[in-house]
């Protein structure tokens, strides 16, 4: 089974999610995702594989109600999303050397290339305003903790 994470932190201009650039599908953006280890709890395995993808640390909202992607291509695993409130952003991290990390709101990650299963992730957030009510819910740290500064500001948003 494979496990992933919406990570998630307020923006000055509304909320922002995590996305790295995918491995597989060259220029293509992805959310965080992996497979569980043995023995290993799900949202233990998410929230590892965002900081091994991404460099962020963060608290698992909504644990009970996370977002399942299925696909008919048999070749394609299930994934189970679950939503992660930013905490952290490390500069460096495991996979830092073999993928970029964005910082973009949906609006904007909708207009990007992005992996299929990402983009129906991305159009079934949009349609459900799920993230906005789960921000509003329980609202993050503002961009601060991400960036002391625009200028740092300006490196993490594309």
Known sequence: MKVGAIAYCCGPMGPLLCFVTSR?????LTLPKGIVR????LTSASLRELFEEAGVKGK????????LF???DHQIDD???FFVEIKSVSKVWPESGLRKRLFLSIEDAVLRKTSA???KILLSLTKSESLDK???RRPGKKFSLIAGNIKEFKEFVA
């Open 24 to 28: 597989r599908h060259k220029n293509a």
């Open 38 to 41: 043995p023995g290993e709890k």
């Open 60 to 67: 698992i909202r909504r644990k009970l109600r996370p977002m």
């Open 70 to 72: 299925t696909s008919k």
């Open 79 to 81: 994934v189970l999303y």
């Open 117 to 119: 299963g990402t983009k």
């Open 134 to 136: 789960l921000i509003k």
